[in-house]
T-cell receptor, first 112, second 115 residues
Framework: QKEVEQNSGPLSVPEGAIASLNCTYSDRGSQSFFWYRQYSGKSPELIMSIYSNGDKEDGRFTAQLNKASQYVSLLIRDSQPSDSATYLCAVNAPNNFNKFYFGSGTKLNVKP | DVKVTQSSRYLVKRTGEKVFLECVQDMDHENMFWYRQDPGLGLRLIYFSYDVKMKEKGDIPEGYSVSREKKERFSLILESASTNQTSMYLC??????????????FGSGTRLTVV
């Protein structure tokens, strides 16, 4: 079992819709969770971090964490074509707060 | 903004060559990392370092070594390049934190082709 699992997609949503991206992780000891966005041919960029159960909102982005279910999600409201990218979920190694495992990413296509 | 600079965007090397990939960060971050990214396999950690002259193996260290002589610079070395090391190499840095880690800042990547 991989440490971090994501559906590879592609996930296609129309412009203006809510995109929902999901991630599960295997180790209950993980405490830090991040979402990165990676445009084709570019390196990942950090867009959201979450450490506590519940929701965290930043503009059009909402990260959701459920440690009991070992589940992290990212919601993108009012999706725009510029949101089309691969979204990577990252979870810290439980015995090492500064080391992360990455999912393979979910490709999001936002259609105009 | 934190900047992580990788010395080369594209490299083509021959099998058996010794290859050096350089990474420099300008924000005094303690942590530095080298990942490779391959389609379908995602990001895989090769080596990381928390301090000068300190290194730890990641998940796929075979065929690689690293050097960190200065805090801002972390070099990845392919001792004898092979075709299965053709990949995108990403350097990242972050601040050291006890709990609730900081996220990474990535460099722009080096696409290495070994022929």
């Amino acid at each position: 079992q991989k440490e971090v699992e994501q559906n590879s997609g592609p996930l296609s949503v129309p412009e203006g819709a809510i995109a929902s991206l999901n991630c599960t992780y295997s180790d209950r000891g993980s405490q830090s969770f991040f979402w990165y966005r990676q445009y084709s041919g570019k390196s990942p960029e950090l867009i959201m971090s979450i450490y506590s159960n519940g929701d965290k909102e930043d503009g059009r982005f909402t990260a959701q964490l459920n440690k009991a279910s070992q589940y992290v999600s990212l919601l993108i409201r009012d999706s725009q074509p510029s949101d089309s990218a691969t979204y990577l979920c990252a979870v810290n190694a439980p015995n090492n707060f500064n080391k992360f495992y990455f999912g393979s990413g979910t490709k999001l296509n936002v259609k105009p | 903004d934190v900047k992580v600079t990788q010395s080369s965007r594209y490299l083509v090397k021959r099998t058996g060559e010794k290859v050096f990939l350089e990474c420099v960060q300008d924000m005094d971050h303690e942590n530095m990392f080298w990942y490779r990214q391959d389609p379908g396999l995602g990001l895989r950690l090769i080596y990381f370092s928390y301090d000068v002259k300190m290194k730890e193996k990641g998940d796929i260290p075979e065929g690689y070594s690293v050097s960190r002589e200065k805090k801002e610079r972390f070099s990845l070395i392919l001792e004898s390049a092979s075709t299965n090391q053709t990949s995108m190499y990403l350097c990242a840095s972050s601040q050291l934190r006890g709990q609730g880690a900081y996220g990474y800042t990535f460099g722009s990547g080096t696409r290495l082709t070994v022929v």
